[in-house]
């Protein structure tokens, strides 16, 4: 299973991304699909969940700011960042899980950068 993770820029504090994860196959073969994120000198941390029966949470850094959802048509889950801070800025990635049949396993995408300049 392929992951691409898409949509991250440069913001300005304040300001807000939408960031996508596309698997290779359809979003409904993942059961969980996690958004990670790691900045610069420090190690990957998870931020947010979605899981395959509609069930999302958040890390409490982030939430108030950040939400999850699942796309049906376009087969993404996405992560809506809004009130994006300086520590914010690392590479975001996406992880599918899948816990069953031949693809079972964690599968991770490339990352995509997000910096929020102050």
């Known amino acids: 299973v392929q992951l691409q993770a898409s949509g991250g820029g440069l913001v300005q504090a304040g300001g807000s991304l939408r960031l996508s994860c596309a698997p290779s196959q359809s979003i409904f073969s993942v059961n969980v699909l996690n958004w990670y994120r790691q900045a610069p000198g420090q190690q990957r941390e998870l931020v947010a969940w979605?899981?395959?029966?509609?069930?999302?949470d958040l890390v409490d850094s982030v939430k108030g700011r950040f939400t999850t959802s699942r796309d049906a048509d376009k087969s993404t889950v996405d992560l809506h960042m809004n009130n994006l801070k300086p520590e914010d800025t690392a590479v975001y990635y996406c992880?599918?899980?899948?816990?069953?049949?031949?693809?079972?396993?964690?599968?991770w995408g490339q990352g995509t950068l997000v910096t929020v300049s102050s």
């Open positions: 992880n599918a899980v899948i816990t069953a049949g031949e693809l079972r396993g964690s599968y």
């Open positions: 979605f899981i395959k029966t509609g069930i999302a």
